[in-house]
């Protein structure tokens, strides 16, 4: 008999980035139809923890760096380096506290930070700005469940868009990128319009239920974390993902045949 190890669990960062104008909207990318992971689904940006998000020299170089808990700065580094190579945008403030809008030197070196080719920090130090850590707001973690092939202990952020970048999808993991209403991405969801992955509806649900980016915020603030770690249930019709109740996300029952 042949023993196989069980995937082993990365930590991964995904931001909900969320905008009042022209309406509530939240940023979405759609993966490439080649990328191995979530190909061709409609997702927020987010991706893998790398280990330049452990850099010590980000301490001088991120806004409400000794409010966040040492554990979570790299995460945070994390979901705002995977929102500049996915959709073009950086949550960043520039000395005086205006945030920052873009520029072609950003541009330039997205592809090579993308392609670990240049530590996203050294850009940062460049453009003389700070990550806007503060500006994160925990929204949600989830693991993924064993029977999965790959697994992630993923952070999920919310944060307002300053409305001062475009966003532009790289053409290499993403080939859209685009504003919606929550309900508006739930809708394509169900017609089948769009693939959308059972963590990223829920998630989206639970967006859903505010009206506007400040009030999305203030909610994650007060709700109280949940780790959700999907568990397999054998039902008579098969076999079902059923998450923790006091998760905030409602009696939960996702077929397994619609995840695998």
């Given at each position: 008999m042949t023993d196989t190890a069980a995937p082993a669990i990365r930590p991964a960062a995904t931001i909900l980035l969320l905008r009042d104008e022209p309406a509530f909207e939240v940023l979405m990318v759609k993966r490439?139809?080649?990328?191995?992971?979530?190909?061709?689904?409609?997702?927020?940006?987010?991706?893998?923890?790398?280990?330049?998000?452990?850099?010590?020299?980000?301490?001088?170089?991120?806004?409400?760096?000794?409010?966040?808990?040492?554990?979570?700065?790299?995460?945070?580094?994390?979901?705002?380096?995977?929102?500049?190579?996915?959709?073009?945008?950086?949550?960043?403030?520039?000395?005086?506290?205006?945030?920052?809008?873009?520029?072609?030197?950003?541009?330039?070196?997205?592809?090579?930070?993308?392609?670990?080719?240049?530590?996203?920090?050294?850009?940062i130090q460049e453009l003389d700005i700070k990550l806007d850590l503060a500006a994160l707001t925990v929204f949600a973690r989830w693991i993924t469940p064993p029977l999965m092939s790959k697994r992630f202990d993923t952070w999920f952020y919310v944060a307002t868009a300053t409305g001062e970048q475009l966003a532009a999808c790289d053409e290499r993991e993403t080939v859209d990128a685009e504003w919606m209403a929550p309900a508006e991405a739930l809708r394509l969801a169900a017609s089948g319009e769009r693939k959308v992955l059972f963590p990223t509806r829920m998630n989206l649900q639970l967006l859903a239920e505010s009206a506007s980016a400040e009030e999305a915020s203030r909610r994650a603030a007060a709700r109280k974390l949940v780790t959700v770690e999907p568990m397999l249930h054998d039902r008579p019709g098969g076999g079902v993902l059923v998450i923790q109740p006091d998760a905030g996300y409602g009696a939960v029952e996702e077929p397994l045949s619609a995840i695998i």
């Open positions: 490439h139809h080649q990328i191995d992971f979530a190909s061709g689904a409609l997702v927020f940006p987010g991706g893998k923890a790398h280990a330049g998000d452990h850099d010590p020299r980000w301490s001088g170089w991120c806004v409400g760096w000794d409010d966040i808990a040492a554990d979570q700065r790299p995460l945070r580094i994390a979901a705002i380096r995977e929102a500049y190579e996915e959709a073009a945008i950086i949550m960043g403030r520039h000395k005086d506290g205006a945030p920052f809008a873009g520029c072609d030197r950003a541009g330039d070196l997205r592809e090579a930070i993308a392609a670990d080719q240049h530590p996203f920090l050294d850009l």
